[in-house]
């Protein structure tokens, strides 16, 4: 007797970062946000090239994390302001990145850092995921997602109103909060930089912005500040160069005075 073979219907498989969805909808909270994300993108560039001369690292700005598989998809993604991942192409298949997800990568972010336009307290949220007869009954807290679950070895949240800047480090399954160092920055180990607080102009606006310094204290500048510095430095260069020329015109011009007045007198300067 023949037996008949009944067909298996496979799960769908998981979806990758063109399936989900790259927004949720949401507004940028404050027109700083997005300089900031610039600027932090920007003046890590060089130093980026130096950990990276094969150009594998990608660079997140409000793009979704996705840790956990849901309905609606955007349950189960975090999306930080800002983060860098290390040694992941920064093109999937010849596409631009769309999100990043953790259960195709599996390479976590080393670095998050949230811009916190009201007190903190949403990125600092640390509510477990929680469970009920029917499913997920809410959705667990920022802080709780990056520590629990993606487990990103730093995490800082900036609050722009008062220019706080808080640092935790993933150590033994807990985020300790770091301690500044006597320059007022957080040292970012694993990629030889620090992290702090700066004051100056950047886009138009004359803000306190977060900013890179390297392990020596010296201010990664952004693309825009070199172009500026090397400007400077040329124009320096040519001033001193300048300078240095009329001082020897100068000389000149009293060398053949004093020999116009030695031969008004019978001397020969040639013979002094």
Do not use: C
């Not at 040694?87 to 972010?109: A, F, M």
């Not at 520590?147 to 070895?153: G, L």
Request: charged share 25%.
């Amino acid at each position: 007797m023949t037996q008949s073979l009944t067909p298996t219907t496979l799960p769908p498989a998981f979806p990758d970062h063109t399936q989900l969805p790259e927004s949720d909808g949401t507004f940028v909270k404050n027109f700083q946000e997005h300089p900031q994300s610039i600027l932090l993108t920007d003046s890590l560039e060089t130093t980026l090239q130096t950990l990276h001369p094969d150009g594998q690292y990608a660079i997140g700005q409000d793009s979704g994390i996705y840790w956990r598989e849901t309905e609606p998809p955007e349950r189960g993604a975090e999306a930080p302001d800002w983060f860098y991942v290390p040694n992941v192409p920064p093109l999937l298949d010849g596409q631009i990145r769309r999100s990043y997800v953790l259960w195709r990568e599996y390479i976590v972010p080393l670095i998050a850092i949230e811009f916190a336009s009201g007190d903190g307290s949403e990125e600092k949220d640390n509510t477990p995921l929680s469970r009920t007869a029917e499913g997920i009954s809410q959705k667990p807290g920022k802080f709780w997602v990056y520590e629990q679950i993606v487990r990103i070895p730093y995490y800082a949240i900036y609050i722009i109103k008062t220019s706080q800047l808080e640092v935790y480090n993933w150590v033994n399954t807990r985020y300790r909060r770091l301690e500044p160092n006597e320059r007022g920055h957080y040292p970012i180990d694993l990629m030889g930089v620090e992290l702090g607080v700066w004051e100056g102009s950047y886009q138009n606006q004359t803000q306190r912005w977060l900013r890179w310094w390297d392990s020596e204290g010296n201010l990664l500048l952004t693309g825009s500040e070199q172009a500026k510095l090397e400007r400077l430095h040329t124009e320096q260069e040519r001033q001193r160069a300048e300078a240095e020329k009329q001082r020897a015109d100068l000389a000149e011009q009293q060398k053949e005075r004093l020999a116009a007045y030695l031969r008004s007198q019978g001397i020969d300067p040639d013979r002094i």
